[in-house]
């Protein structure tokens, strides 16, 4: 007996010691940890991440065009020294800011509405979610074929027929600049407006239903609930919605390029479509040949830009009033 319990406390000190983590080496504690599990998904993000970013950077530097994508000379900063000389460039930028200045704002005060609308109970109101889901998911360019022999200014356009009912005269929906301009805002918030939806009615239903009840019963009505209890409950999910509603309409292009082309006279073209034309050819702000790299110089010149919006936007909606609240 005496001579076994050295023994146990021997072993019971190196079965501590070892299993100190503090002991172990690099690599065992590598294998103990949670990357090992989470590596395959790191190397499958950065591979199909960031490879494509670093590839898009590389063919900005170069004259590639569509056709002979093996052939090409390194020119330097040469296609954003032409994409940025460009009045094309200019011109689309421009509308651009002006297409998210306008369809951000209503997307988010739609879709925030129509939350606060389908939360309630309802009666009907699964199938009035999925009614404005489907727009959804739907691809951009039959929403905007289908919209456009809607507008149609002969015979075959269903709003005009309406019209017609009524006494109104035609319109020119998508010949004029300025309707044309109207009409992509309005067919792209139609199909928008239900992410921002589903968004926010994922984040109401995360609002505690004690706080709301300890409101109501406080004498707070529907406006004071909202400004006060539920905005700066959801401000982080607000955030997040804006950012993704912003991005998603910065990048819009197929829905244009089905339903006015760029036109009438470049008025609706924006630099995601002038991307899109540039590098693969065919389109008003680009020769027949497509060109590889003065298109992924427009790509990232944009990217450019959504990055620094997203800062500065987390910066003042979400770090900056976290500050000032604690």
Request: net charge positive; aromatic share 14%; hydrophobic share 55%.
């Amino acid at each position: 007996m005496t001579n076994s319990t050295p023994l146990v406390v021997g072993a019971a000190r190196t079965t501590s010691r070892d299993s100190n983590p503090y002991r172990k080496t690099h690599w065992q504690r590598f294998k103990a940890g949670p990357l090992p599990w989470l590596l395959p998904a790191l190397i499958a993000l950065g591979v199909m991440r960031l490879y494509p970013v670093i590839g898009q950077f590389f063919v900005s530097m170069t004259d590639m065009r569509v056709t002979t994508p093996n052939s090409f000379n390194f020119v330097g900063f040469a296609n954003y020294e032409f994409v940025l000389s460009s009045p094309v460039f200019f011109n689309a930028l421009s509308w651009t800011v002006a297409f998210v200045g306008f369809g951000v704002p209503l997307q988010f005060m739609a879709g925030f509405g129509l939350a606060l609308l389908l939360n309630q109970p309802l009666f009907g109101r699964l199938l009035f979610r999925l009614c404005i889901l489907s727009a959804w998911v739907i691809s951009g360019l039959i929403i905007g074929y289908i919209w456009r022999l809607m507008f149609a200014e002969n015979s075959a356009g269903v709003i005009n027929a309406w019209l017609g009912t009524v006494g109104i005269s035609p319109q020119r929906f998508l010949s004029l600049p300025e309707n044309a301009r109207a009409a992509l805002i309005f067919v792209d918030l139609w199909r928008s407006v239900a992410f921002s939806m589903v968004f926010m009615l994922g984040g109401l239903q995360t609002l505690p239903t004690e706080m709301m009840e300890a409101a109501r019963v406080d004498g707070a009505n529907v406006w004071q609930r909202l400004v006060h209890i539920i905005v700066p409950y959801l401000r982080p999910i607000i955030a997040l919605n804006v950012i993704f509603i912003t991005i998603g309409t910065f990048n819009v292009y197929e829905l244009i390029l089905a339903l006015t082309s760029g036109g009438p006279a470049r008025a609706t073209q924006t630099i995601g479509l002038l991307m899109f034309e540039t590098a693969f050819g065919g389109g008003r702000g680009a020769s027949s040949v497509g060109d590889l790299g003065r298109g992924a110089a427009i790509g990232n010149i944009m990217f450019l830009i959504v990055m620094i919006f997203t800062i500065l936007y987390l910066w003042v909606w979400v770090f900056r009033n976290e500050k000032e609240t604690t």
